[in-house]
């Protein structure tokens, strides 16, 4: 292992992209510490120490994980690359509803590059609604929670103005984290946008752990250490787990040349949909908090019963009722979304062009319909991977006094045991192409 990252940094085409990613990565968590103009600094500073004491689960936890914590601190990159990541699946998910979407994702390199487009004036436009929400909360003190001080109330400025230079420098700032990803893509070790979220999410994980040693002590510290490496190597062997499905080429004669009669496989993954159901989980569970924070009783009067049905079952994740739908809408979510990315009807009909064909299986629709009922099987036991892999930072709320983004579950575990893997593949494949042997054995 140390001869061969020994040999990475000998290599010195690999060594110039790694030293350059690591620097884009530099400037991005840089930014995430520069805090917006017109914004309170001692104030942010003193409501973070205070909601991380009560230990408080806000309204944008899942963003603030996703931006490496520089949301709840108002920085330039508050937003973090949250836009992007929401205008790539509403682009995915609307070729299913626009054939000229579908038309350009069948078109190769070109229409690609055109959706690229597509997806960048997404983010741009998702960016600015985001920033202008962001602040309206803090101009309302609800950033923290209903249960913040009174010096949370006073974070950014009142001033139209200075309200419109913050939308346009937290927009700028989505902008720039935007094309340091796609730097990353092309002069450094690939995977821009994966590499940022991985930094954004790795940067929370000392501070997590912290927090749990701080409140329950070193025996349940190392005890949770311990349980997340399990974790991490149970997650590490169902990513890499696959059913392959053979496929077979016939021969084909085309003038003089032959092609043809090779084998291959089609692999699908148990966990073909990634972390999207997660999020989609989340995001719809955030529902009934924003609801609830814009339906505040006045003084002096009761609240609503809804919203203290509301408030005593689906905000915070230690109830057993969030728990239970949480559960449920990531597995809904795996299904939906893993039908949308493979469809079984167009994998056949590519492998009919091409001379493919399923040993045992005729091709056409009795493939489809084998792919089908293939993927429905495997889809079963990856989305109930997901969901319990969902509940772990609930488990780790109700039960260590953790936030909802404890660092050995959910959405955090899997981007970061998926980017991971996903970077050393690529660091591999390119020392193989310079040295006959890769970083893996």
Excluded at 50 to 55: I, K, P, V
Excluded at 203 to 227: C, D, H, Q, R, Y
Excluded at 305 to 315: G, K, R, S, T
């Amino acid at each position: 292992m140390f001869s061969a990252i020994g040999r990475i940094f000998r290599t010195p085409d690999l060594r110039r992209k790694i030293v350059f990613t690591l620097a884009i990565v530099s400037l991005f968590r840089l930014g995430s510490f520069i805090p917006a103009p017109f914004v309170d600094f001692n104030n942010v500073q003193a409501c973070l120490v205070a909601n991380q004491a009560q230990g408080t689960s806000g309204l944008y936890d899942m963003i603030n994980l996703f931006s490496g914590g520089a949301l709840l601190q108002l920085s330039i990159f508050a937003l973090g690359i949250m836009p992007y990541i929401t205008a790539s699946i509403i682009t995915q998910l609307l070729r299913v509803v626009i054939p000229h979407f579908e038309s350009l994702h069948k078109e190769g390199q070109a229409g690609q590059a055109k959706l690229t487009q597509y997806t960048r004036y997404l983010t741009i436009a998702l960016a600015v609604l985001q920033s202008t929400t962001l602040i309206t909360v803090a101009r309302s003190g609800q950033l923290f929670g209903a249960s913040a001080n009174q010096a949370c109330q006073n974070l950014v400025s009142q001033e139209w103005w200075a309200i419109l230079i913050m939308i346009l420098t937290m927009t700028a700032g989505t902008g720039l984290i935007m094309w340091f990803g796609e730097l990353i893509t092309e002069r450094g070790i690939g995977n821009g946008m994966s590499l940022l979220i991985f930094t954004s999410i790795s940067a929370t994980f000392p501070g997590a752990m912290w927090m749990i040693k701080e409140s329950k002590g070193w025996e349940v510290f190392f005890l949770v250490l311990g349980v997340g490496l399990l974790v991490i190597a149970a997650v590490v062997f169902v990513e890499q787990s696959q059913r392959r499905i053979p496929v077979q080429y016939a021969k084909r004669v085309v003038g003089r040349r032959t092609y043809g009669g090779s084998s291959t496989y089609i692999p699908i993954k148990v966990n073909m949909a990634g972390v999207i159901p997660v999020i989609f989980a989340s995001a719809i569970l955030y529902l009934p908090m924003l609801l609830t924070q814009f339906n505040q009783p006045k003084i002096g009067e009761d609240p609503q019963p809804w919203v203290v049905w509301v408030q005593n079952n689906l905000v915070t994740g230690d109830q057993p009722l969030y728990m239970l739908v949480f559960f449920l809408l990531t597995i809904g979510f795996t299904f939906f979304y893993v039908q949308i990315t493979f469809n079984p009807e167009e994998v056949s009909d590519n492998m009919k062009q091409y001379g493919g064909f399923v040993p045992g299986i005729r091709a056409g629709r009795p493939t489809a319909e084998y792919l089908n009922y293939v993927l429905t099987r495997i889809t079963s036991a990856g989305s109930l991977y997901l969901g319990l892999i969902a509940l772990i930072p609930l488990i780790a709320l109700a039960f260590f006094g953790a936030n909802q983004n404890f660092p050995f579950g959910g959405a955090s575990i899997l981007i970061i045991v998926g980017v991971g893997l996903e970077t050393v593949k690529q660091i591999d494949a390119q020392l193989q192409q310079r040295h006959y042997e890769g970083l893996l054995k």
